[in-house]
């Protein structure tokens, strides 16, 4: 039977990336029936929002979502659609695995780090306000024994499931007391349930150092909302940049998967960018469907195309002006042909 599930485009470089990527999975042999609904700007004036229930109604539907990335105003305007996704459906666990590949020029060859983020509360909890108009504004960071206990449970469980040794709590618990002192010491009674792996924890600004320095000491990182934002865009830093990192986004019966990095507006509708970050959320899709040896075959043929180092887009080359880079469908053709 066909897996059906909810397609979501995104906009700027969304589009062509979900492309790319359905032609790879559907050359696998997989049989999909896309649902497919458009969320972002582009439906405000259709709908007057830009997160028609016809979305949320459709992934509570089918269970499993693949989504490109959605843009969002900076500063003024609507506020994140992504965001909204999240809480909506409570997808409380962001996944992003960060591994080196072979062909990608970096400091480190030997990064393997899987970033787990607590996606619902923290300062994205959207809880703020101006106090003076112009003068200040507040937000409220919102951390709970239930959002901790869970984040860190997933971190756990994911570790034991995946053979990983080490979970590493991120925090701020020396100034954020209250709440990130509450996060630590969740975070240390859920550990006592796991024995048999490894558990520490880190102050975030250690742990940016510490990630750019020795990132090889370091396993599955349980991390605030905020915190686990930007250490895994620092951690696609380590492996070849947000072209390459996937994302997977879980709560009790759905999953939304969709990679690291945002719509990257300058490059829309250019055929420019890298498939590699939406084609392996595509990738951690399958795997969740049970797909085990059509996930291996996909992320065979994209670490052989990109260990190649012909056919791969100009963020994959030595120099971004390489004019040998070819663009995103064409990369997705070769991981096609990589698949026999
Ligand atoms: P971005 O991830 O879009 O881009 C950051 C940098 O990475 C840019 O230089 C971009 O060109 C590069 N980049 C990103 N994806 C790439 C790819 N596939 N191939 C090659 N290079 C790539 O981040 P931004 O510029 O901070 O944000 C742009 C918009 O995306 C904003 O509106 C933001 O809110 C949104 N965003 C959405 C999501 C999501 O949908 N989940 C996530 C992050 C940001």
């Known amino acids: 039977m066909a897996h059906r599930i909810t397609l979501i485009p995104g906009d700027g470089i969304g589009p062509e990336l979900i492309e790319a990527t359905r032609r790879v999975l559907e050359g696998t042999g997989v049989a999909f029936d896309w649902d497919i609904v458009d969320a972002g700007a582009g439906v405000m004036d259709k709908y007057g929002t830009p997160l028609p229930d016809a979305v949320l109604n459709s992934i509570r539907a089918n269970g499993v ?33 960060a591994r080196s590949m072979e062909g990608i020029p970096v400091c480190h060859p030997d990064v393997d780090i899987v970033v787990v983020r607590e996606n619902t509360e923290g300062l994205y909890a959207g809880i703020e306000h101006d106090v003076i108009p112009d003068q200040a504004a507040e937000s409220i960071r919102i951390i709970t024994r239930h959002g901790t206990e869970r984040i860190v449970r997933f971190a756990f469980e994911y570790a034991r499931a995946n053979n990983r040794r080490l ?12 709440t990130d002192g509450l996060f630590l010491k969740v975070a240390r009674e859920v550990a006592q349930d796991y024995p048999d792996i490894e558990f520490n ?8 150092m510490q990630l750019v320095q020795r990132p090889q000491e370091y396993d599955v990182l349980a991390c605030p909302n905020l915190f686990g934002d930007i250490l895994s865009d620092l951690c696609s830093g380590l492996v070849g940049g947000l072209g390459v990192v996937p994302g997977a986004n879980f709560g009790r019966d759905l999953a939304v998967f ?10 829309a509708g250019q055929d420019k960018a890298n498939p590699t970050a939406t084609i392996l959320s595509g990738v951690l899709m399958l795997r969740h469907l049970g797909e085990k040896a059509a996930a291996d075959r996909v992320e065979g043929a994209v670490r052989a195309v990109i260990a190649a180092g012909a056919r791969v887009t100009y963020d994959l080359k030595p120099r971004r002006d ?11 053709d070769a991981i096609v042909e990589a698949m026999g």
């Not at 924890?201 to 940016?208: F, H």
């Not at 969709?258 to 490059?267: L, R």
């Not at 390489?322 to 997705?332: C, L």
């Open 65 to 97: 979502a693949l989504k490109g990335p959605i843009t969002t105003p900076v500063g003024t305007g609507f506020r994140s659609v992504n965001v909204a996704i999240r809480k909506e459906l409570d997808l409380y666990a962001n996944l992003r695995p």
């Open 167 to 178: 979970v590493t709590a991120v925090h701020k618990a020396n100034i954020l007391k209250a």
């Open 201 to 208: 924890d880190r102050i975030v600004d250690n742990m940016s």
């Open 258 to 267: 969709e990679p690291v990095h945002g719509s990257a507006p300058k490059y």
């Open 322 to 332: 390489d004019p040998s880079a070819v663009g995103t469908q064409e990369m997705a």
